[in-house]
Structures are given as C-alpha cells and as structure tokens.
C-alpha cells in the first residue's frame, strides 16, 4: 500500500506515531472518449475564453466567484496562513459510543498504522478502545484542509474516517413528499411487512453482494475484443400492479423457506390472463437466476485490472 500521510495520533499527553493508507478503492470500468474519424482519444485543454488560447498551469490562479463575474483572489500565502499548525497530528478531541454517529456523516476511510516507535502505544489505544466500546472523535489536516474523523477499529487494525460537520449534512426537512409519522397503517399489513423483514434478516456477510453490471461489462468488453456478436439479453415482462396486501403475501410465501409460515390472508381475485403472465415472468426469471449461478465463480471476482491484462494479452496473441 503506497503510504498517503505520516503524522499522529493524539490524545491527552500521549502522541503514537502513525502512517495512513486509504482503506477503499473504486472498480468502476472507465471508457475514454475518442474522436469518432480515428478512434483518437479526446484531449481537455484549458482555455481562455477571452484571449482565445490556451492557457498554462503557471497562469492559473485562484478566485473565489462571490457574485456573477466578480472574485476574490486567493495565493498561496493567503492559505498557508490560515492552516492549521496541527497538519502533522490526528488530534482526538472526544471519545462517543459507534452507535451515536449515524453513517450518514461518514465519508472517506483510511487505515492506521504504527510507525518504528509506535507499536506499543498503537496497541495500548487499540486495546483500551476495544475494552470500552468507544470510538475517538478527531481533527485532521490533510491536504492544507482540516476534517473532522473519527478513529474506530476494524478489525485489528485502527482506521480513520473522515466525516462530514454537520453543516455539511442537508436537513430532512428539506425532502419533498415525505409521509407525515402518524399516517394510519392497517394492522395486518404493518404485521406482515415485520414478518417478511424477519424472514429475509440474516447475518451481514460482504462477501456476498458483487457488482453484476460490472461483470456483465467486463465479459461484453471480451466478446467485442473477440470479434463475437453481441447478443441483447431478453426484457423479462413486469407483472400487472397488484395491490399492497397482495405483494407483502407472495413476498412472504417466497421467504417461507427462510423462517416461519406467513400469516395466511385471503387475496384479492386477480384476473386469469394476469394470472398467467406472472408465472411467465417467474420462470423466465427462474431461468435468469440459474444463468447466473451458473456463470463460473472466477468472472464475478474479476477486477478492472486484471480485465485489462486479459485483455492486453488476448490483443497481443491475436496480433
């Protein structure tokens, strides 16, 4: 891991030496833009628009647009005064329970580190906040930028995570359309949708969520490269509407496996015709859901690198 900050952690007297590594990457497949005419790929150039040309990295300063067309400029200098001496140190400023910060405030996370002469301070926090349940909350500066975080455990390691301050965070007071609290539920319903979360609770594994686009991707990239057809999966009909009673019991008789019989409440009479394209539409999606567990265990775990090299070397044998 390619070490992004060195510093360290500290609370009350005590200051462990600490390195940084970012603890999260993306795997998205990224495509580059290309002219149509040559398959080149599209250069973004910096212009000014006023002098018509293009500019250089050592022309461009800083402003900050406080009204349409009028900045405040902003050097060097300026930020350097401002940032805090503390750039070096992960100052934890409290210690809270996990389950007081809600995730919604939680943004980048990097694991934690000792240094040659932090080892045994490193282990002494890890061990006290393991004993006692609590997480730290810190000040940061990376990047001439102070953050908020919070110093947990993951696993054995400590990790830091940077969150966002409050002011940070929309309110939801904001957010049109919201069902007011007090809106009347029918008994039953609230019942059976208890029951069906109940049936579908099962231990958090990770492990078992993959990013089927991003496979679908990776093996439609392969197939172009070879020089296959492409073939459009088929769209697997959607079932008439049906009314909320109706949907929570087939939710529940398709979980039944999974925990106890569902309460047995009369449906609604549905149409025949309906009636028949729901079953269609649950074997084509049976058979969709055997494709896929068919589909070899190796090309769900394939990452955009190693995609890359398969490619690479596909076009150099082909060549």
């Not at 061990?127 to 953050?147: C, D, F, L, P």
């Amino acid at each position: 891991m390619h070490t992004v900050w060195k510093g360290s952690i500290s609370f009350g007297l005590v200051n462990i030496p600490v390195r940084m590594f970012t603890a999260t990457e993306e795997r998205d497949i990224r495509f580059r833009q290309l002219h149509k005419e040559c398959n080149t790929p599209i250069k973004y150039t910096k212009m000014c628009p006023h002098c018509q040309r293009e500019v250089d990295t050592s022309e461009i300063v800083r402003g900050f647009e406080y009204e349409k067309g009028h900045f405040v400029m902003i050097d060097d200098d300026d930020l350097e005064a401002i940032t805090p001496e503390t750039r070096r140190a992960i100052e934890i400023i409290d210690f809270v329970d996990l389950s007081e910060v809600d995730p919604v405030y939680f943004h980048k996370s990097y694991f934690l580190s000792p240094q040659d002469t932090g080892e045994k301070a490193y282990a002494l926090l890890r061990s006290a906040m393991e004993q006692t349940g609590k997480i730290g909350v810190a000040q940061v500066t990376m990047r001439n930028r102070q953050s908020l975080a919070v110093i947990r455990l993951y696993e054995h390691c400590i990790m830091l995570e940077t969150i966002f301050y409050p002011d940070e965070v929309r309110p939801v007071s904001q957010v049109p359309a919201l069902p007011e609290a007090t809106v009347q539920l029918a008994e039953n319903e609230l019942k059976m949708a208890t029951e069906l979360i109940s049936n579908m609770t099962i231990p958090f594994d990770p492990a078992k969520y993959t990013d089927e686009y991003r496979s679908d991707l990776q093996k439609l990239i392969e197939k172009k490269l070879e020089g296959q057809e492409i073939a459009t999966a088929p769209t697997v009909a959607r079932t008439n509407v049906i009314d909320l009673m109706q949907a929570l019991k087939e939710s529940l008789e398709s979980t039944a496996g999974q925990a106890a019989m569902p309460i047995k409440i009369e449906p609604e009479p549905t149409p025949s015709k309906p009636a028949r394209k729901r079953t269609t539409a649950a074997s084509s999606s049976e058979k969709e859901q055997a494709s896929k567990k068919a589909a070899p265990a190796s090309l769900k775990k394939t990452t955009t690198t190693s995609t890359t090299k398969t490619l690479r070397k596909k076009k150099a044998t082909s060549g």
